[in-house]
């Protein structure tokens, strides 16, 4: 089973760049699959950032494009989210999910991690 | 800007049955939409219920289906369990990306 784990910092300031990763166990990402973020602001809904899949083909949130770049780490088996320019509004919990394909792009979840945008 | 609509709140009985919906606001929601369902309580990480419309993981209770109605995604509970009291969410594909609904907060009373 996939299992995967969130990592990087808790706290961002404003203007900076959010960089997290993702460690996958169980499962090699260079053998398939989809590989995505999710966030969820505090007391809010879930918003689907984007997914890339194992070939580096990468799928954006068209509101969140211009500032988030996806990429995946074969040889540490880590796949990575970074989001710039960040505000007070990207603070949320950030998951990270993994899916056999477009019809099941989040099967398995990350516990999720808090990240906190404020000076 | 695709908007995804799940009714806000809805209450139901122990043992009683209930259908949540998932809209979209381009038209009629589709097989090709590919609907995904997810639970999440309080605290925890999403748990993935349904895929590709009405496809079960290995890990979802029987008592949960998945289905198209009258031009929506919809997910049924039938013999509700007070441990089904949760917020549910649906997540449809538009070709090249997906779109979470607003969620819909499930009361087990």
């Known amino acids: 089973q996939v299992q995967l784990q969130e990592s990087g910092p808790g706290l961002v300031k404003p203007s900076e760049t959010l960089s997290l990763t993702c460690t996958v166990s169980g499962y090699s990402i260079s053998s398939g699959y989809y590989w995505g973020w999710i966030r969820q602001p505090p007391g809010k809904g879930l918003e689907w950032i984007g997914s890339?899949?194992?070939?580096?083909?990468?799928y954006y949130n068209p509101s969140l494009k211009s500032r988030v770049t996806l990429s995946v780490d074969t040889s540490k088996n880590q796949f990575s989210l970074r989001l710039s320019s960040v505000t007070a509004a990207d603070t949320a919990v950030y998951y990270c999910?993994?899916?056999?394909?477009?019809?099941?792009?989040?099967?398995?979840w990350g516990q999720g991690t808090l990240v906190t945008v404020s000076s | 800007q695709t908007v995804v609509t799940q009714e806000p709140s809805l209450t139901v009985s122990p043992g009683g049955t209930v259908t949540l919906t998932c809209a979209s606001s381009?038209?009629?929601?589709?097989?090709?939409?590919?609907p995904n369902w997810f639970q999440q309580k309080p605290g925890q990480a999403p748990r993935a219920l349904i895929y590709?419309?009405?496809n079960k993981h290995s890990w979802t209770p029987a008592r949960f289906s998945g289905s198209l109605l009258g031009g929506k995604a919809a997910l049924t509970l039938s013999g509700v369990q007070p441990e089904d009291e949760a917020e549910y969410y649906c997540l449809l594909y538009y070709g090249g990306g997906w779109v979470f609904g607003g969620g819909t907060k499930l009361t087990v009373l």
């Open positions: 999910a993994s899916g056999s394909s477009t019809s099941c792009p989040t099967a398995y």
């Open positions: 590709s419309t009405s």
């Open positions: 381009t038209g009629a929601v589709t097989s090709g939409y590919y």
């Open positions: 890339i899949f194992h070939s580096g083909s990468t």
